[in-house]
């Protein structure tokens, strides 16, 4: 039993951090768009991934344990690189290099269900990462009217 709530933990965690670099990513990026409606929808995706780490800190909760933080080296290069790789680009190009993270997230989550569902992860557990794909996917379909 308690290998299993191990393996929840460790998969909640590799969930909030999923999230979690898409807040820090976001909060970059949004100070180079132009495009109002890019803004706001944006915006909006950072909110449901805020609510998204709330809902896996809950059940981290459930679990006795709390969320691990991303390392500030890992933080502080993922500004970094968005830094870079939003400098000098237009409203669609950066449209473009969210719809790519939005995938990169869903794939991530996919390979780590893959591999957790076998492990007997709680099914609390693998609807948060289900939902955190549905959002990843959902988030790349509203950025298409902005390429």
């Known amino acids: 039993m308690k290998e299993k709530q191990n393996d929840n933990i460790i998969f909640l965690n590799l969930l909030y951090k999923n999230a979690a670099m898409g807040i820090i990513s976001?909060?970059?990026v949004l100070k180079k768009i132009e495009n109002e409606k890019l803004a706001k929808?944006?915006?909006?995706q950072k909110?449901?991934?805020?609510?998204?780490?709330e809902m896996v800190q809950k059940v981290l909760i459930k679990f006795g344990a709390k969320e691990e933080?991303?390392?500030?080296?890992k933080e502080l290069s993922t500004k970094m690189m968005s830094e870079a790789m939003t400098m000098g680009k237009s409203d669609n190009e950066i449209a473009k290099m969210m719809m790519q993270g939005n995938e990169r997230g869903a794939l991530e989550v996919q390979e780590k269900i893959n591999l957790y569902e076998k492990e007997n992860i709680d099914e609390e557990v693998l609807e948060l990462a289900r939902k955190l794909i549905a959002t990843e996917e959902h988030n790349r379909e509203e950025l298409k009217q902005f390429l």
């Open 26 to 28: 976001i909060d970059i």
């Open 69 to 73: 933080e991303i390392s500030k080296l």
């Open 41 to 44: 929808l944006i915006s909006e």
């Open 47 to 53: 909110e449901e991934y805020e609510s998204y780490c």
